[in-house]
């Protein structure tokens, strides 16, 4: 309660008392007690009165003072919050930088990787070709090698290592002259014995050769390749068919007496061969 309404209330009191007291005289102790009895009911509202304006002072100033603190809270909250706000713009554009740059090296290393792809692929069909280039080279290789290898043939008894190529050509010449087309074979045949003068073929292509120009009338000629094989190769499986074609030649010829002398070589040096079995029958024809 406010202190004038407490003066207010011991004023009218003392009127009451007063008057009362004028009335009875002051006789009535009661009365009296009720009066010390107020008055100290007084005085201990003014003490509590005094310590509720001492505590609503105080209450004032702390509230006062959280009031500044609150305050100052706030503003170093708000400065802490305004650092905090800077440092996280800065840290997110940071980021957006390195994202960037991660973006750009990844773009990047795509790019080298797509051209390491297509220059492995390049390089894949390059190591093809050149394996393919080199398979080819060296099948080539081989058959030009095949081609210049010799290999073992057979011809009239005789074996001996021939060039592929000898053999195409003495093949040929042969199946000519087998044909029946003596006029092809002729050069064939003649051809053959200039270009291969050391080949096995030697001996029967001039047997052939022989046969071929008597078929011709080319006796001279036809002599000349029957002595050859007989000189060349007298132990020749062919070598008494020739001597037996010299004696021939040399009949046509119109030397007889060469004739003759042929036939009595052949019977010497060849007496087991068909050949000498014909010369004998010639010779006594002879006598």
């Not at 007291?21 to 008055?39: M, P, V």
Request: aromatic share 6%; glycine share 4%.
């Amino acid at each position: 309660m406010p202190i004038f309404a407490l003066r207010a209330v011991f004023a009218a009191v003392c009127c009451l008392c007063i008057s009362s007291a004028q009335a009875g005289l002051f006789e009535d102790d009661e009365a009296r007690r009720a009066i010390l009895e107020l008055r100290q009911k007084v005085d201990q509202m003014q003490q509590q009165s005094a310590q509720m304006q001492q505590q609503s002072a105080q209450m004032q100033q702390q509230n006062v003072q959280m009031q500044q603190q609150n305050a100052e809270q706030l503003s170093a909250t708000k400065n802490e919050n305004a650092v905090s706000i800077e440092q996280v713009n800065a840290q997110l554009t940071q980021l957006r930088r390195s994202l960037l740059e991660l973006s750009n090296m990844i773009e990047g290393l795509r790019s080298e990787l797509a051209n390491s792809r297509g220059k492995s692929e390049q390089l894949a069909r390059d190591l093809a070709d050149a394996q393919r280039q080199q398979k080819d080279i060296v099948q080539g290789t081989e058959d030009r090698l095949k081609r210049l290898e010799p290999s073992k043939v057979s011809v009239d008894g005789l074996e001996f290592m021939a060039l592929p190529a000898e053999i195409r050509d003495y093949d040929s010449a042969l199946a000519t002259m087998r044909k029946g087309d003596f006029a092809q074979a002729l050069p064939a045949f003649s051809e053959f014995v200039r270009r291969y003068p050391a080949s096995g073929y030697q001996p029967s292509a001039l047997f052939w050769l022989g046969n071929l120009n008597y078929s011709q009338r080319n006796y001279k000629e036809a002599l000349n390749h029957y002595r050859a094989l007989v000189s060349a190769s007298p132990a020749h499986l062919r070598a008494p068919e020739a001597m037996l074609s010299i004696a021939n030649c040399q009949l046509e010829l119109k030397d007889a007496r060469a004739s003759r002398k042929t036939l009595e070589e052949l019977v010497k040096d060849y007496a087991e061969s068909e050949a000498a079995s014909l010369a004998k029958g010639r010779l006594a024809k002879m006598k």
